[in-house]
């Protein structure tokens, strides 16, 4: 690819250039139409039908063949329980080793006069079924209430399990495309000899790293209206904040992942090289950041660590603004921590940048 610059073109002339050039090399790469594109909005759809009308859980209880198995039976398949409990007289042995497997979620060892129950405290499902068959059990024995309580189910849009998800796989594609857009061009253009022609054209470093990053703007814009836009036609979601802070956190964002693409890809010589690197940064942020479910599920040792992590802090503010329509000016830390994470990685990226 050859650049012409004049010795008196205007500052931004190679910057404009290098931008063009960049955004006609991915238009010439067919997965990254499928990867940026469509790939976040086939993940909304298969986890958003998924989640969208989950039935409750169905707790699976071992019952121990004993001779009052079937009075326990009997009344786990009273109406009190009808849905919730799903119930099998199991021997002694069995029980216990498909318990351990992971097929059953509770013991019941029915006595003579009461239940001894056998479960695991580090198991969410284990704690639930003990609460629901007790409590099944306890009412189908003659317990009643004192306080008479109806339960509803929530569905509206805005309190839905989609409606957590789509910012927060919007924030995960900012991240996916602009730390492979931008590290896995780099690195591929450094083993193809490209960076050496860029080398003898006139241009700046620094412009040739900042077109790299600020091309992850222009599929942004796409990427944001795409899968905002599935998500209200497709689940009903309702975006509460306005579109113009929605865009700039996620212009941050992008231009933030940008940053750091270009730092783990600054000395990288091979593709399997530059790989790894990214898996390795992106990795904790796909765990910790709160794609998929809340990071308040972990340790509170751990919780400054995750806010201080740049997905964290897109993740958060998306779902402020998109949710509930939180100004820009209530979101200084996220966006500091984002535009911390952005122009450190730009400047130690541009400090030890190598062209070969």
Known sequence: MKLSVQPGAGRWKAYGMLLLARLKEMYREPEVVFWVFVFPILLALGLGIAFRNKPADVCRVAVVDVPEAAKTIDLLRTASAAGKVRADVVPHSEAFNEFRLGKYDLIVMPRVDGFDYYYD?????????????????????????????????????????????????????????????????????????????????????SDFLLALASSRLVL???????????????????????????????????????????????????IESVSGLINLV???????????????????????????????????????????????????VRLLVMSAWGILSYLLALRWFRWT
């Open 121 to 205: 405290p580090a198991r969410p499902e284990s704690v639930l079924a003990r609460t629901v068959t007790d409590d099944s059990l306890q009412t189908a024995a003659g317990r009643k209430n004192s306080i008479p309580t109806v339960s509803y189910v929530s569905n509206e849009p805005g309190s839905r399990y989609i409606d957590f998800l789509i910012p927060g796989l919007l924030g995960m594609n900012l991240m996916n495309s602009g730390m492979w857009g931008i590290g896995f061009a780099l690195v591929d253009m450094r083993q193809r000899k490209l960076l050496k022609r860029f080398v003898a054209s006139p241009m700046r470093r």
């Open 220 to 270: 942004m814009v796409i990427e944001l209206v795409l899968l905002l836009g599935f998500g209200a036609v497709a689940f009903h979601i309702r975006i509460v904040g306005s579109w113009t802070s929605i865009l700039i956190i996620s212009s941050l964002g992008a231009l933030c992942f940008g940053g750091v693409g270009l730092l783990t890809a600054s000395r990288a010589q091979k």
């Open 282 to 332: 992106m990795m904790p942020m796909w765990i910790l950041s709160g794609v998929f479910f809340s990071y308040e599920r972990f340790p509170a040792l751990l919780q400054p660590f995750i806010k201080a992590l740049p997905l964290t802090a897109l993740n958060d503010a998306l779902r402020a603004a998109i949710l509930e329509g939180q100004p820009l000016a209530h979101q200084a």
